[in-house]
């Protein structure tokens, strides 16, 4: 079983920033994608950013040049940098590990974490 532990959210004003981590453990071989979405109240979840394991991004419009991301494929771990911050990022965000392979495993599992909630308000 893999698990994925997010933390970093919290509350801060509109133009701030916040990191957000997320870290996978379990008997991990490779992960193929891993990428954070959000889900406001009332809306669908969305993707926010993503990035592959050669480190190739993509990242939804409203975000662009205000989120990044990066990961640590040594540690399993992907980061999701927020700066600029605006009331609409106000969600719930969650980390996604895509085409995760695990030890003695011969099939690729999604996996996602508990969610973290980001509040941007004055």
């Known amino acids: 079983q893999v698990h994925l532990v997010e933390s970093g959210g919290g509350l801060v004003q509109p133009g701030g920033s916040l990191r957000l981590s997320c870290a996978a453990s379990?008997?991990?071989?490779?992960?193929?994608?891993m990428g954070w979405y959000r889900q406001a109240p009332g809306k669908r979840r969305e993707l926010v950013a993503i990035?592959?394991?050669?480190?190739?991004?993509d990242y939804a419009d409203p975000v662009k040049g205000r989120f990044t991301i990066s990961r640590d494929n040594t540690k399993n771990t992907v980061i999701l940098q927020m700066n600029s911050l605006k009331p609409e990022d106000t969600a719930v965000y969650y980390c996604?590990?895509?085409?995760?392979?695990?030890?003695?495993?011969?099939?690729?599992?999604?996996?996602w974490g508990q969610g973290t909630q980001v509040t941007v308000s004055s």
């Open positions: 996604n590990a895509g085409g995760v392979y695990q030890i003695g495993l011969g099939y690729p599992r999604d996996y």
């Open positions: 379990g008997s991990i071989s490779s992960i193929n994608a």
């Open positions: 990035i592959s394991s050669g480190r190739s991004t």
